[in-house]
């Protein structure tokens, strides 16, 4: 399920287009039976997204503010042991678990892209994550099949452009 707050209209659109082109190469690599694009679900309110949910890994915009208070927000909804997991590629958790009242269960897990075709995802904790989260998430994308680097030291991320001669 993915929530999309109701700001970035036409998101929805983008990313079933994004799933549609990704699906021949996920069927090519193998579907978990009963997988259909006709599962996806989309939620305009973040505590409808959130419930029931074990485990969330948001894909926000790379802004340091907005994580924050995104997962303050989804820390506020969830009771613990859930996990909020981040993607984020350069924001380092403990910057963006600075606000939640259970700091212990957020992990940042970055996929290397695209995504659907390399099986490799850094998992790194926070100043305040635990043990116990860091590897509850290595376990989890271990069996889905991923293959989880565990990052032990958060770095800033860094941006590269390289541009063609």
Not at 36 to 54: I, V
Not at 60 to 65: G, S
Not at 81 to 92: H, K, Q
Request: glycine letters at 6%; hydrophobic letters at 40%.
């Amino acid at each position: 399920m993915w929530w999309l707050p109701i700001q970035h209209q036409g998101t929805e659109d983008k990313l079933r287009h994004y799933v549609e082109a990704a699906w021949p190469a996920l069927t090519k690599i193998g579907l978990t039976p009963g997988a259909s694009t006709s599962r996806l679900r989309f939620e305009s309110d973040l505590k409808e997204a959130l419930a029931g949910a074990q485990m969330v890994q948001e894909n926000a915009p790379e802004r340091e503010p907005l994580k924050i208070k995104l997962f303050a927000d989804m820390d506020s909804i969830l009771p613990p042991p859930a996990i909020l997991v981040s993607s984020t590629s350069g924001i380092p958790m403990s910057h963006i678990q600075s606000e939640c009242k259970y700091p212990e269960r957020c992990v940042t897990a970055h996929p290397f892209n695209p995504p659907h075709l390399i099986p490799l995802v850094e998992v790194v904790g926070g100043a305040k994550t635990s043990a116990e989260t860091i590897e509850r998430a290595l376990r989890f994308y271990t069996a889905m099949g991923k293959r989880a680097l565990h990052i032990r030291k958060e770095i800033v991320g860094v941006s590269l452009q390289i541009s063609s001669p």
